[in-house]
């Protein structure tokens, strides 16, 4: 059983103000594979004085001497892949396959995009009479979740370091054995001691503190609507700079051709990845209304050959992360069922076989209207539904009527058309035919958040913007 009861502070692992511990759950299981220590206010204060006192120095640092770390830091990560694939599946039941390939993999991706933006950037540019300087924007409070536990760390931690910020990472409960080993990487590869802090920890004891700092510049969260508006909250009072990655219910509209079948079949298995746990999951798929009953029968025969089991054995997908998870994503099949919609595939309890851990059956449901309540709140589990609509500007009406705009998709043969599509949704990115860029902004409209994360676009929020007034060649 892991045991993990010091945090990362100043460079070193010093034990907790207080003890307290979490017992983390192996979601296949259901039995305890580890205990956390749970971090508190005083934890959070420590923290944050050694990243302002390493603040100093590291923000003026050169791009050579950071990009020499953040190379440093990839060889170490590389080195630590399969222990970090092994605490995913462990901490949130992800399958072997996901965990060491796209979970892992995701996490490389953004370290080796923000080396080559970091080695392009400009961070100070001559316009006019004035010189314009991008500064690091100081102390960064960074709040991540369980689902895609490295890519979400890496999206915030490496462009914080790439700009010269420092930071303190709060990774969740739930998942706290990946932000460890993390941790780990980061002290192996020789980060400057309090440039990177770690303090495991809930929302209230942590989160709370750590977004209401006065000394803390800025908080990246990424997490549920709700638990958004309350880290909002608790910034406001230092005027601090806050960015957020939020809920999502993603639109997918298939486009009347002949790669519909595909195009059905592609959905329902995007959606059922990570157990649909992915806030830009494909989670609302929009259909012509002459083909419903076709689209449903595809979608059936999808989900039927979506396997689910033990995590460690050859399975697609395998639980949900916790009990709390299991019972919102049934009670939600349960308000569908209630509400009319057409169950095509899975539905309430277990699947067959499975007689414990938090397995949800990959659920599909047909004939839905876009104000049922499974059309409406993000379900955060395998169930897809589907939508029809009459004409295109239906469909682009349907995806845009909610309260979310993260992710959507369009797929389609017409390439002119899905990208008029495209152009049409509120959304913060729409693939196109399964479309994917780490160099690509990420981030999202009205209730999924503010702010952008990924490849260039993910440095902006981590500067401050300074204007030198007077600066013209011409005078020097």
Partial sequence: MREYLKFYIGGEWVDPA????????????????????????????????AARKAFATWSQSSIVDRVEVLRSILAE?????????????????????????FQVNLGAGQLTTAIDVL???????????????????????LITPW?????????????????????????????????????????????????????????????????????????????????????????????????????????????DDDSFRDNVTKGVMAMMMNSGQTCSAPSRMLVPGSRMGEAAQIAKEA????????????????????????????TLIQQGIDDGATLVHGGLGRPE?????????????ADVKNDMTIAREEIFGPVLTILSYDSIDHAIEIANDTEYGLAAFVAGNDLEAARDVAKRIRAGSVAINDGFD????????????????????????????KAILGHSPDRA
């Fill in 147 to 255: 689902n895609w536990p490295m890519n979400l760390i890496a999206v915030k931690v490496f462009p914080a370091l790439a700009t010269g910020c420092t930071m303190v990472l709060k990774p969740s409960e739930r998942s706290p054995f990946t932000g460890q080993i993390f941790a780990e990487i980061l002290d192996a590869a020789g980060v400057p001691a309090g440039v990177f802090n770690l303090v495991q920890g809930d929302g209230p004891s942590v989160g709370g503190p750590l977004a209401s700092h006065s000394d803390v510049d800025m908080v990246s969260f990424t997490g549920s609507t709700r638990a958004g508006v309350s880290v909002a909250t608790n910034a406001a009072t230092s005027v601090k700079r806050v960015t957020q990655e939020l809920g999502g219910k993603g639109p997918n509209i298939i486009l």
């Fill in 77 to 101: 990560y590389q080195r630590r892949a399969g222990d970090l694939g092994a605490a995913l599946t462990e901490e949130m039941g992800a399958p072997t396959s996901l965990a060491n390939g």
């Fill in 18 to 49: 207080r003890k307290a511990t979490f017992d983390v759950v192996n979601p296949a299981t259901e039995e305890v594979a580890g205990r956390v220590a749970l971090g508190s206010g005083a934890d959070v204060d420590r923290a944050v004085t």
């Fill in 353 to 365: 076989g499975l007689t414990s851990g938090y397995f949800v059956k990959p659920t599909v449901f």
């Fill in 303 to 330: 989900a039927a050959n979506v396997s689910i089991g033990d995590p460690n054995g050859d399975f697609a997908i395998g639980p949900v992360v916790a009990k709390s998870q299991f019972d919102a994503i049934q």
């Fill in 438 to 465: 780490f160099a690509a902004p990420f981030g999202g409209y009205k209730k999924s958040g503010n702010g952008r994360e990924w490849g260039e676009f993910g440095f902006h929020d981590y500067l401050e913007i």
């Fill in 119 to 141: 080695e392009n950037f400009v961070f100070e540019e001559q316009r006019g009479g004035s010189l314009i300087v991008k500064e690091p924007i100081g102390v960064c409070g």
